[in-house]
């Protein structure tokens, strides 16, 4: 999936392009974010995968990079890590433990 969108007035910049790959008992993400308009950017890269342990438990990870850059100002990077664990207990009631830095 991938969009862009540029309001020429407003000098705003958008592009999103996401990237996932399946089988039958794991998944990998891939996403990249671009926003911007004059003098300020932000970026986000993210990777995901996430796996089917048994019929009742899966586990997921997903990391994130962040940088915002504002001109002649401020640069930043962030990264964060998020991981989590789901048991699906009966049609439709899962439980999931989501753990975010």
């Given at each position: ?55 009742r438990w899966q ?14 100002t401020a640069n ?26």
């Open positions: 999936m991938a969009s862009t969108e540029n309001r020429f007035f407003a000098g705003i910049q958008s592009s999103f392009i996401s990237l996932a790959q399946n089988s039958e008992n794991q998944g990998f993400t891939f996403g990249l974010q671009d926003y911007g308009i004059d003098g300020y950017s932000m970026n986000t890269w993210s990777l995901g995968y996430g796996r089917k342990l048994s019929t586990i997921g990870a997903q990391m994130k990079i962040f940088t915002l850059n504002i001109q002649e930043q990077s962030e990264f964060n890590l998020d991981l989590s664990l789901q048991y699906h207990m009966l049609d439709p009631l899962k439980i999931s433990i989501l753990i975010k830095t």
